[in-house]
């Protein structure tokens, strides 16, 4: 694989830096955490309207630009780089590739370019249990005559309590695993939609719980055919490989940043008559942070290289689900051990709210809860390599 970006793909970098830079400040990202929202709406329209973000990977059949999961995932670490507070992630690595999965043709043709152009989206799967697969689907649908009902409780749901379209997986009763999930579409004006906000260590990254009851939705609220209902386990399993890819670049734009802020801050902080900078015990930590920071930047892009073979069809198989543990195990591991560093070396100040850093360490946690943390990513990449030796690969 070509591992160097193309002068498209940088000249893709380079904007979403100058942009972020501008638009996603300190004082803006502090300005728009502390509402319930989360991000500022006229911002949104500009990504979509200007930058034209939400279209990026999206096939131009749909709207889309046709580029690929290289360069959302370059623009994504940038995001991370600048903790851009927006409902991006949930709209388009969550809602968007819900329906570039298991949506029908004509589902794909209607949707994705609302979604292009504004209308936000998130996903909803998880339930009570803390798990971060096709088991922890816990709410359930039927069959109705015109329709189906769904019922149940979800939550920890990436900008949840406002999206316009939520995406909601759940199950036939008494059905276990990736068996008998569907994915259906629940606009959030749908009687007996119950949606709260959940305040979070992080207010960079608003969730929200969501209860359904007895919810009626018609036959085409279902993504995918009606005769496949409850055959989306699959497919689920593919957006959460392909979400946590994209959990993965924000971590790496966290450990750089991390990094980049605390190098500058030493510069600055004067200890003893000499910059800090200059002691070599430091120099040291600095060192171990880049380390970190390049070697889940590697890691991340392989992935985004898999994925994006995978979306221009090739096999969506165990070489993406591994790719996508690999790389979230490693950015997590590094953006949690770059803040905390961070932190550090900034000293008593680096837990205040005059820096920053300690911004990035909650962005840090948060996100490597967000999708399975390390261990649980180490524990699927173990169990593949048991398979595969009883298997006798």
């Not at 002068?7 to 502090?30: G, K, N, Y």
């Not at 569907?182 to 960079?204: H, K």
């Not at 070396?345 to 909650?362: A, M, N, P, R, S």
Request: hydrophobic share 40%; proline share 3%; glycine share 8%.
């Amino acid at each position: 694989m070509e591992f160097s970006f193309t002068e498209e793909q940088q000249m893709i970098r380079d904007t979403a830096r100058s942009f972020l830079a501008e638009v996603s400040s300190s004082a803006a990202v502090r300005g728009v955490m502390g509402s319930e929202l989360g991000y500022d709406p006229d911002l949104w329209q500009r990504v979509c309207k200007e930058l034209y973000w939400p279209a990026m990977h999206i096939p131009e059949a749909y709207g889309g630009l046709g580029l690929g999961y290289v360069e959302l995932v370059a623009t994504l670490e940038e995001m991370g780089k600048h903790l851009f507070c927006s409902p991006f992630f949930s709209t388009v690595c969550l809602g968007a590739n819900a329906v570039l999965l298991a949506g029908t043709e004509t589902q794909k043709q209607q949707i994705l370019p609302q979604l292009i152009d504004g209308v936000t989206a998130s996903v909803a799967y998880t339930g009570a249990s803390r798990r971060s697969d096709c088991a922890s689907v816990e709410g359930i649908w039927e069959r109705t005559a015109d329709g189906y009902r769904l019922d149940g409780y979800w939550r920890y749901i990436p900008n949840g309590h406002s999206a316009d379209v939520l995406i909601v997986a759940a199950r036939t009763p008494f059905s276990t695993g990736p068996d008998g999930i569907s994915l259906f579409v629940v606009p959030s004006d749908t009687p007996g939609l119950e949606r709260n906000y959940l305040p979070t260590m992080d207010e960079t990254r608003k969730q929200a719980e969501v209860y359904l009851r007895d919810v009626f939705l018609p036959e085409d609220a279902l993504l995918g055919e009606a005769d496949q209902a409850g055959q989306s386990g699959e497919c689920l399993e593919k957006l959460i490989a392909l979400a946590a890819i994209a959990v993965a670049a924000d971590q790496v734009g966290v450990a750089q940043e991390s990094l980049d802020s605390s190098v500058a801050y030493m510069q600055e902080r004067v200890q003893f008559g000499r910059v800090i900078a200059s002691y070599q015990a430091l120099k040291h930590k600095a060192a171990d942070m880049m380390l970190k920071a390049e070697a889940a930047r590697s890691a991340l892009y392989y992935a985004a290289c898999v994925a994006d073979e995978a979306l221009r069809g090739g096999p969506l198989g165990e070489e993406l689900l591994e790719a996508a543990s690999i790389a979230k195990a490693y950015c997590s591991d590094a953006a949690f051990f770059n803040a905390g560093c961070g932190i550090q070396l900034h000293g008593g100040v680096g837990f205040t709210e005059e820096y920053d850093i300690q911004l990035f360490f909650k962005r840090a946690k948060s996100a490597e809860t967000l999708l399975g943390n390390a261990a649980w990513h180490r524990e699927i990449i173990a169990s593949q390599l048991l398979d595969g030796e009883v298997m006798g690969l």
